[in-house]
T-cell receptor, first 114, second 110 residues
Framework: KAGVTQTPRYLIKTRGQQVTLSCSPI?????VSWYQQTPGQGLQFLFE???????NKGNFPGRFSGRQFSNSRSEMNVSTLELGDSALYLC?????????????FGPGTRLLVL | EDQVTQSPEALRLQEGESSSLNCSYT??????LFWYRQDPGKGPEFLFT???AGEEKEKERLKATLTKKESFLHITAPKPEDSATYLC???????????FGAGTRLTVKP
């Protein structure tokens, strides 16, 4: 099975711009979660989507949003970028048939905000 | 509040020198505890899932164990290619999100 794929892999934006990141989960996986990873804060949960519905949300401002399509692919959007949004954004998928299913991560999108 | 603490922050070993990494957690209830390995610039790679105290899992030179308050990742006779950051995460009974520890950065010298 192909793993989780994320596009683009690298992105440079300037403050105030907005960005959209894409994630394709492992075939058959219906849950997609997004995380932000920075050297100072580590891995922090953004949100989780299951069957096109946001099932859980972390403690991030409303500038961070996401959606999931009927084929389980997911996108996350960050509006009005700030310097502190520079990070590795990771997507993880799981079958989600049971709440404790293991999540499998993609390679991430590295975002640099100038 | 749910919390995950990993120690040590960094560990340097000689090739063949066995050691253990610790993950202490505080959650109201545990659905599962996960270990991941992360290489620089890459996404975390799944290693183990543990669900209940007393459970143990092994993979090559790695062995993960779980108690009611902590988990250990034992590395036996490590090789340089085991160098990576090892992340521990817990999934609480309440809510769906996983809480990650800060990780242990392991360096194995030849």
């Amino acid at each position: 099975k192909a793993g989780v794929t994320q596009t683009p892999r690298y992105l440079i934006k300037t403050r105030g711009q907005q960005v959209t990141l894409s994630c394709s989960p492992i075939s058959g996986h219906r849950s997609v979660s997004w995380y932000q990873q920075t050297p100072g804060q580590g891995l922090q949960f953004l949100f989780e989507y299951f069957s096109e519905t946001q099932r859980n949300k972390g403690n991030f401002p409303g500038r961070f949003s996401g959606r999931q399509f009927s084929n389980s692919r997911s996108e996350m959007n960050v509006s009005t970028l700030e310097l502190g949004d520079s990070a590795l954004y990771l997507c993880a998928s799981s079958p989600a048939d049971r709440p404790q299913e293991t999540q499998y991560f993609g390679p991430g999108t590295r975002l640099l905000v100038l | 509040e749910d919390q995950v603490t990993q120690s040590p922050e960094a560990l340097r070993l000689q090739e063949g020198e066995s050691s253990s990494l610790n993950c202490s957690y505080t959650v109201s209830g545990l659905r599962g505890l996960f270990w991941y390995r992360q290489d620089p610039g890459k996404g975390p790679e799944f290693l183990f899932t543990l669900y209940s105290a007393g459970e143990e899992k092994e993979k090559e030179r790695l062995k993960a164990t779980l108690t009611k308050k902590e988990s250990f990742l034992h590395i036996t006779a490590p090789k340089p290619e085991d160098s990576a950051t090892y992340l521990c995460a817990v999934q609480p009974l309440q809510g769906q999100d996983m809480r990650f520890g800060a990780g242990t950065r392991l360096t194995v010298k030849p």
